[in-house]
């Protein structure tokens, strides 16, 4: 596959013949705070060997232009060797020096180098994302991650700024107007994990020390950053406070030294996911510096992406796969340790498995249960189905499975095997079979079989009880019935909950077995009395959708509140949400729970989850003659919530927040207008920034909010998180007007940076406005190809996934995708991929309505 979308076989081909000694990269970046210029100089030296003498290979480059290309001494021209995404080079030797002088293009779309203008003081920001494959759209690279180099940056920006990469800088040296920044080689890394952030941004500073077993000490400067209009809002020591939490506790579980010396984190803006791994250089989405109050689910939140980002240091950048298929060896790993090291690592939050079971397991089961899922060791045969597999399976079934299997082998033999696969693979490449073969070595198991049904394999397994009884109501048989494509081996805790002499339902007994097949009975269930609720999988210890036997059910929907523990609480939100997303329980009965229950619940981040759970059930699962009245009711729950909560608590904050997302009747309206306008008052909330936007765009979605008072708001907030909420309120207006502007921004420019686009997206696809939006179906599923073609794939899968017609929930939709998806039987697989999961979600959103119905 020649051009942009590297294959694997490719990628494999490649790496039989080279190695690769080094690379010296020099940027050239004095250009950026000038808005017309849109090219950057980057020159690159690379050095390597060749195990064919003679024959040809080619570099990665997406660039607008090469100057010059240099071959041992020779030149070539770059007319002919560079095709706009590859340089080809022939006749290598045995050792070869290659430089290539390119001039490469700044990035609105957070592919590539971003530049960035603050709205708020006009100060010019960079930064780099390369994961997949974007570092080659800022230096010439081999651009796969087992050949693996160290690299030499020098980067040369305005005088003014500061500039960070992998590794420390050596000397700056300063020129009229500008100065040149010189850094250490970094170790042997791929060309994903390198990394540049340059401006005038806003450090805070920090140190970290260790004694190490060997008798030395170990150093690693600590710091942390932000663009400076935000520094007033820079939490910074809590920041740091985390990252030195966790170097003690991965130090501690895996026996190997911090390898890449310095530890800095950039907080950048218009970033496109999370956070990004960089060793010695990790960057976060500035998101996660706070502007307004915010709940503690948040501050947890962006502590398990710290140890996340953190766990990555040695899962992925000391010991990184060979290709894509066996990304989950990086991403299952540290989203597991995200949540183990919030625990093991002694912060303050102590419900990471609670928030772990809600949030992140809904994730995987929603993408576990789409035709396209894919077993957590993957098929990827190229760059475009690597870019589509940072999804929910590699990241949260993963971490599902780790967790099994941790409960399967042990903690011991697993954090052993981390250790033996960290020395023994150090600064290489490994696949599937080099880790299961230390586990094997550690846990004395065969995970052959174990692996060929967890990871090998798609699919959700649903574990229902089966409960007898005598009549004086003793348990006569407990059986667990395991449904599913392929019954895995579950090592599970079954709980038997009671009503104790408060009302509250706390756990009565535990039983911890092994599930095998399609039936098991749980033997020391038998002649105990017959509990009121029986709990698959308390404790969360594998991955499943749980079901309840009929009296369980019945305890949840007069008493789910009730449940005293917090994970089982939430175990039992989660399993009653995926009832409700498998057509198995009315839309209008889960929100009834939620109605009945959330006000009772003590966990802010399940609180959040249920109120986009709700929200989502009214919008797409209930039937559509009901849905007026079930947004009535969310609202009016929202409302009495918000005036019974604490002054000041998270939890008013959030009900506060769901008001405004719920928001339609007078009474509603009336109080979001109050609370803007100063002349309503619930004691205790403060209506700060980010909150005012979220009052604004309930008022602007409906059609209350004139051009006026949305551009004062602005006028009030002239930053770029301003700008961001300004727009999604102009697209969120319920005109004919309002979605064309917000349609045509995306598709008929490309001139928007990714985080409006992002924007106006989000505004325009308000399922309320499902009759004004419908007229882009047709025009949507036209454009398919065309924006795929010639958009970043980043846009790209904005777009696709953004304004595919989620909201026409009806057979002509589907048909329409049908069509589309018949007539296109050649359009890329990743393309067809985004169509077909949206396809699905509308054909389950048509199950569940017709359950509703019923």
């Known amino acids: 596959m020649p051009g942009k979308n590297l294959s694997r076989d490719e990628a494999q081909q490649r ?107 006009g100060e010019t920001y960079l930064y780099t994302h390369y994961e997949p494959a974007d570092a080659r759209r800022v230096f010439a690279t081999f651009e796969q991650p087992d050949l693996k180099a160290p690299f030499t940056f020098t980067v040369t920006a305005p005088a003014a700024w500061d500039v960070w990469s992998n590794a420390v800088h050596e000397r700056v040296d300063t ?104 060793p010695g250089c990790v960057t976060f989405k500035e998101d996660f510096v706070f502007r307004s109050k915010v709940t503690d689910a948040a501050y947890e939140g962006r502590a398990n992406v710290i140890l996340h980002e953190m766990a990555h240091m040695w899962f992925g950048d000391l010991v990184t796969m060979r290709w894509w298929d066996d990304l989950w060896l990086k991403e299952s790993f540290a989203d597991f340790m995200g949540s183990y090291g919030l625990i093991g690592a002694r912060t303050r939050y102590s419900s990471a498995w609670v928030t772990f079971a809600n949030q992140r397991k809904a994730w995987a089961y929603r993408q576990d249960q789409l035709p396209t899922t894919h077993p957590i ?183 789910l509140g009730e449940i005293g523990d917090d994970l089982a609480r939430a175990l039992a939100w989660s399993a009653v949400w995926n009832l409700t997303r498998d057509g198995l329980m009315p839309a209008r009965d889960y929100v009834a729970l939620v109605l009945r229950f959330a006000g009772q619940e003590g966990n802010i981040g399940v609180l959040q989850s249920l109120h986009t759970q709700a929200k989502t059930a009214v919008d797409l699962y209930a039937d559509p003659a009901w849905r007026a009245e079930g947004g009535r009711l969310l609202a009016d729950g929202a409302l009495r919530e918000l005036r019974g909560a604490v002054p000041g608590s998270d939890h008013q904050l959030a009900w506060a927040r769901f008001l405004a997302q719920t928001a339609g009747g007078a009474e509603h309206l009336g109080l979001v207008r109050g609370l803007l306008a100063g002349s309503a008052r619930i004691d205790g909330l403060d209506v700060d920034q980010e909150l005012r936007w979220a009052l604004w765009l309930a008022l602007a979605a409906a059609g209350q909010a004139s051009d006026d008072e949305l551009a004062g708001e602005l006028a009030a907030d002239n930053t770029a998180g301003g700008k961001r909420q300004y727009t999604q309120c102009l697209a969120a207006r319920p005109t004919p007007e309002a979605k064309a502007a917000a349609w045509s921004a995306v598709v008929d420019s490309d001139e928007l940076p990714n985080a409006l686009v992002e924007a106006n997206i989000a505004g325009f696809a308000l399922p309320a406005h499902r009759d004004l939006t419908a007229l882009y179906a047709a025009p949507y599923f036209k454009l398919l190809e065309k924006i795929w073609a010639e958009r970043t794939i980043e846009i790209a899968m904005r777009f696709v996934g953004g304004f595919f017609p989620s909201a026409q929930i009806g057979e002509p939709t589907l048909a329409e995708a049908d069509a589309w998806l018949d007539g296109h039987p050649d359009a890329a697989p990743a393309l067809r991929r985004l169509v077909i999961e949206r396809r699905d979600d509308l054909a389950r959103a048509l199950r569940a309505q017709a359950c509703d119905r019923a």
């Not at 805070?204 to 020390?209: E, L, P, V």
């Not at 820079?234 to 190997?256: N, R």
């Not at 052959?448 to 394999?457: P, V």
């Open 15 to 121: 790496a039989s013949i080279l190695t690769v000694d080094g690379y010296r990269v020099r940027l050239d970046v004095t250009s950026a705070p000038d808005p017309a210029a849109a090219t950057f100089r980057s020159t690159t030296t690379v050095a390597f060997r060749c195990a064919r003498p003679g024959t040809a290979t080619f570099l990665d480059l997406l660039a607008p232009a090469v100057r010059s290309i240099t071959l041992n001494g020779r030149a070539i021209d770059p007319a002919t060797a560079f095709d706009g995404a590859r340089v080809h080079v022939d006749g290598l030797a045995a050792d070869n020096v290659l430089t290539i002088d390119a001039d490469c293009a700044y990035s609105r779309t957070g592919e590539g180098l971003h530049r960035f203008v603050d709205p708020a003081d």
């Open 377 to 559: 060791t993957a098929d990827i045969r190229d760059l475009e189905a690597a870019k589509l597999n940072f999804d929910g399976i590699t990241y949260a079934k993963g971490a599902s499975v780790l967790k099994q299997l941790v409960a399967y082998a042990g903690s011991d033999a697993f954090f052993e095997g981390a250790r033996r696969y960290f020395k023994r693979h150090a600064f290489g490449n490994t696949e599937l079979a080099d880790l299961l073969g230390i586990l094997e070595e550690t846990s004395g198991r065969d995970l052959k079989s174990w692996a060929a049904a967890w990871l090998q394999t798609a699919g959700v397994d649903s574990l229902t009880p089966q409960v007898t009884a005598d009549a004086e109501g003793r348990i006569t048989e407990l059986a667990v019935l395991q449904d599913g494509a392929v019954l895995r081996p579950h090592r599970i805790a079954v709980g038997l909950y009671d009503h104790d002499s408060d009302g509250t339902l706390v756990r009565t007994a535990r039983i911890e077995l092994d599930v095998t097949g399609a039936r098991t009975v749980v033997a020391e269930a038998a002649g105990r009395p017959r509990p009121a609720l029986v709990l698959l999988n308390d404790d969360d210890l594998t991955y499943c959708k749980i079901r309840f036997d009929d009296a369980s059910l019945e305890t949840l929907r007069t008493g």
């Open 175 to 278: 020129e009229e107007g500008a100065r040149t920044w010189e850094f250490a080689p970094t170790k042997p890394i791929s060309t994903y994990l390198t990394a540049v952030v340059a401006g005038p941004y806003h450090i805070a500073r920090d140190h970290y020390s260790r004694e190490l077993p060997d008798g030395t000490t170990l150093e690693i400067p600590l710091s942390a950053m932000c663009r400076k209009s935000l520094a007033r809002h820079f939490d910074a020591d809590e920041i740091l406070g985390v990252t030195k939490l966790g170097l003690d506790f991965f130090h501690e579980q895996f026996d190997y030294p911090y390898p890449f010396g310095k530890y800095d984190q950039a907080f950048v803006p218009e970033y496109n996911i999370g956070a990004m791994e960089n």
